[in-house]
């Protein structure tokens, strides 16, 4: 779990990121002077990101924001989620994409490679 990814560019730009909620920890770029600075706002150690209740640089999920008293209905039937942000389920719920171990796996882009 103390394993760190990152992702850098020919740009100049590199990203690094932990397994846990597919946390951004760093994100690196050039100043006007060309010196790296980190733009990140995060923690020095893994205990920090374990102890974050403010979802720092984490990927969230399945739901971003909260969800009224935890409750939905579907079809005419109310579901019950678990409470993490009392009275509510915020970002997921206490099993969402934000405390997840992720992983990772290795790829090379190219020059002609496009995301959207």
Avoid at 67 to 83: A, E, K, N, S
């Amino acid at each position: 779990m103390n394993s760190l990814i990152e992702i850098s560019s020919t740009q100049g730009v590199t990203a690094q990121f932990i397994p846990l909620g597919a946390t951004l920890t760093s994100l690196f770029v050039k100043d006007r002077h060309g010196n790296d600075v980190d733009v990140v706002l995060g923690y020095d150690n893994i205990k920090g990101y374990k102890a974050d209740n403010a979802y720092m640089g984490r990927t969230v999920g399945r739901v971003c924001n909260r969800i009224r008293f935890g409750q939905f209905t579907f079809d005419g039937r109310v579901y019950q989620l678990p409470i993490n942000d009392h009275p509510h389920l915020i970002h997921g719920g206490p099993q969402g994409i934000a405390l997840a171990l992720g992983i990772a796996a290795a790829f090379e882009l190219h020059r002609d490679s496009h995301f959207h």
